[in-house]
């Protein structure tokens, strides 16, 4: 049984973004995965979506740190923007390569952002988010 109705990856990178598909499906953790390489891209999607169907708000949204035109900052500032209202229900995980420790102290001070994972994606990351963060 799937946990989530949908999940979003932003990052600009294709095989990653492919991989990550692959496990949230095999592990059966989102019925709909959406994957965007700009961050523009998912913002206005997810802009859109906040007007005209809220309720098909993405429950979950993993971002990466650094890309090309927006990064994961400027994206979560932007974010910040879209009422929270429609937002409240959706967690918001950094998934990056980065392994600055300032980055991961920065996104884990943001309230926005719920936790920073590094890549690659796995089951076990899977598990501990629905131990965690969905099924607490």
Do not use: H
Request: glycine content about 2%.
């Amino acid at each position: 049984m799937n946990i989530l109705k949908k999940v979003i990856l932003i990052d600009d990178d294709q095989i990653n973004n492919f991989v990550c598909e692959s496990i949230i499906k095999n592990e059966r953790f989102a019925e709909e995965v959406q994957s965007f390489e700009w961050a523009e891209n998912a913002l206005d999607y997810l802009k859109n979506t906040a007007v005209q169907q809220p309720e098909a708000f993405p429950d979950l949204i993993f971002l990466d740190i650094n890309m090309p035109g927006m990064d994961g900052w400027s994206f979560i500032e932007e974010y910040k923007q879209i009422p929270e209202e429609v937002t409240k229900n959706c967690c918001l995980f950094m998934l990056s390569s980065a392994v600055d420790r300032k980055d991961i102290i920065s996104a884990k001070s943001l309230k926005e952002v719920k936790d920073f994972f590094s890549k690659p994606l796995s089951p076990e990351i899977l598990s501990f988010i629905k131990e965690e963060f969905i099924c607490s």
